[in-house]
C-alpha cells in the first residue's frame, strides 16, 4: 500500500497541489480540482481591491511547452472573493488563498481578511513578475530586505502558516529564501513564471497585450528544478534553516512530481499543464505517482524525497 500523505506545514493527503493563477478564482472549478484528488488548493492571488489586470492577449502558448502570460492580478478584491469562497465550506482539501499587494499594509489586510474568514494558511505572491501596467520586473521577491518586511509583517498581524513564493528572476534564490525563512515564513514556494518576452514576425509587434510577460509550462521545468536544488542544498549543507518546499514549474507528469521530491519539495504544484491536460491531470498523476512509488518498492515520499540532494552533495565535497 502507497501512502501519498505529506507535511506542507499543514497536512495533505498527497503531495500535489494546484499552482496558484490557474483556474482558481472561482469556487466551482476549485471544487473539481479538489474532486480529481488534489492534495491542497492554492487559489489565484488577491488583492485589497479589485484589479481587472492587463490587456488581451494576457495568456498564450507561443511554442510547444513555452507559455508565457501577464494578467496583472485579474482579481475580484477579497472581501468578493471570500463570498465566492463561501460555496466551498463543505470541501475538505485544504484551501490556500494567495496573497499580493504593492505594499507591507496590503499584504497584512488582505492575509487578515483571510484569517478572519476562518483560513489557517496562505501563500505570499511576492513574486509576480508582471503586476504593474507595462512592468518589467522589479518585484519584491527580487530584493532579500523588502521580502523581509512583508513576511515580518504579517507574520506580526496574523498567526496564520505563511508560504511565501519566490522568483526565479534573481542572482541567488537562497538569500532570498534566507531573508523568507528568518522573517518566519513556514515553507516555501518556487518558482514564479521567468521574465520573457516573445514578438510576433509577420505583426512585428510583442503578442501580449502587456508587452512583457512570464514563462511558465514544461520548457521551465529544468529552472525550477535548479532553483528547488539550490534552496534543498543549502538547508541539507545547515545554511538556512530546513521548512518545508513546494516545487512549482513545468510538471506534466507523475515522473516530473518523482522528480522535484528527489530534489527535496514535499508539496509539488501543477499550473499550466492543466492547459494540457484538463482538470483530470490531477487524477492521472496521482495514479502514475502511486503506480511508480510501488513498481520502484517505495510505501512513502520521504523515502525518497532529497535522495538526489544527498547524491550530489556527495560529488561537490
Ligand atoms: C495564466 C497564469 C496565471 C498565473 N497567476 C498567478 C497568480 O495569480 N499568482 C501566483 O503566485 N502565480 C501565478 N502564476 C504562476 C504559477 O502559479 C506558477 O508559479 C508558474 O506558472 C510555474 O508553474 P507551471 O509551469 O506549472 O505553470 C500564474 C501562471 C499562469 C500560467
Not at 56 to 65: L, Q, R
Not at 112 to 124: C, N, P, Q
Not at 150 to 166: A, D, G, H
Request: net charge negative; with cysteine.
Amino acid at each position: 500500500m502507497v501512502d501519498l500523505s505529506v507535511d506542507i506545514g499543514i497536512p495533505l493527503k498527497n503531495p500535489l497541489i494546484l499552482a496558484s493563477g490557474i483556474l482558481g478564482s472561482s469556487a466551482g472549478i476549485l471544487k473539481r480540482v479538489a474532486e480529481a484528488g488534489a492534495g491542497a488548493l492554492i487559489t489565484k492571488s488577491i488583492t485589497q481591491d479589485p484589479r481587472e489586470g492587463h490587456e488581451n492577449p494576457t495568456v498564450i502558448e507561443v511554442s510547444e511547452g513555452v507559455i508565457l502570460n501577464a494578467i496583472g492580478l485579474a482579481n475580484p478584491g477579497v472581501d468578493a472573493f471570500i463570498r465566492e469562497l463561501d460555496a466551498l465550506k463543505g470541501v475538505r482539501t485544504p484551501i490556500i488563498p494567495s496573497v499580493a499587494g504593492n505594499s507591507e499594509d496590503e499584504f497584512a489586510t488582505v492575509a487578515s481578511r483571510f484569517e478572519d474568514a476562518g483560513f489557517r494558511m496562505v501563500e505570499l505572491n511576492i513574486s509576480c513578475p508582471h503586476s504593474l501596467p507595462l512592468s518589467t520586473g522589479n518585484t519584491i521577491a527580487q530584493d532579500p530586505e523588502r521580502t523581509r518586511a512583508i513576511v515580518k509583517t504579517v507574520k506580526e498581524v496574523t498567526s496564520l502558516r505563511l508560504i511565501v513564493k519566490l522568483s526565479p528572476n534573481v542572482t541567488d534564490i537562497v538569500e532570498v529564501a534566507a531573508s523568507a525563512i528568518d522573517a518566519g515564513a513556514d515553507a516555501i514556494s518556487l518558482i514564479n513564471t521567468i521574465e520573457a518576452l516573445e514578438v510576433d514576425p509577420w505583426v512585428e509587434i510583442p503578442v501580449l497585450g502587456n508587452i512583457f510577460g512570464g514563462q511558465s509550462g514544461p520548457s521551465i521545468r529544468c529552472i525550477a528544478q535548479r532553483k528547488l536544488a539550490e534552496v534543498a542544498l543549502a538547508m541539507e549543507d545547515g545554511k538556512i534553516e530546513r521548512v518545508p518546499l513546494i516545487g512549482v514549474g513545468g510538471v506534466r507528469r507523475a515522473e516530473d512530481v518523482f522528480r522535484f521530491i528527489l530534489l527535496g519539495a514535499d508539496g509539488v504544484a501543477i499550473g499550466s499543464s492543466i492547459l494540457y491536460g484538463d482538470i483530470e491531470i490531477f487524477s492521472d498523476i496521482l495514479r502514475g505517482l502511486e503506480q511508480m512509488m510501488h513498481d520502484k518498492g517505495y510505501a512513502r515520499p520521504e523515502e525518497f524525497r532529497g535522495k538526489a540532494i544527498s547524491w550530489i552533495r556527495t560529488r561537490m565535497r
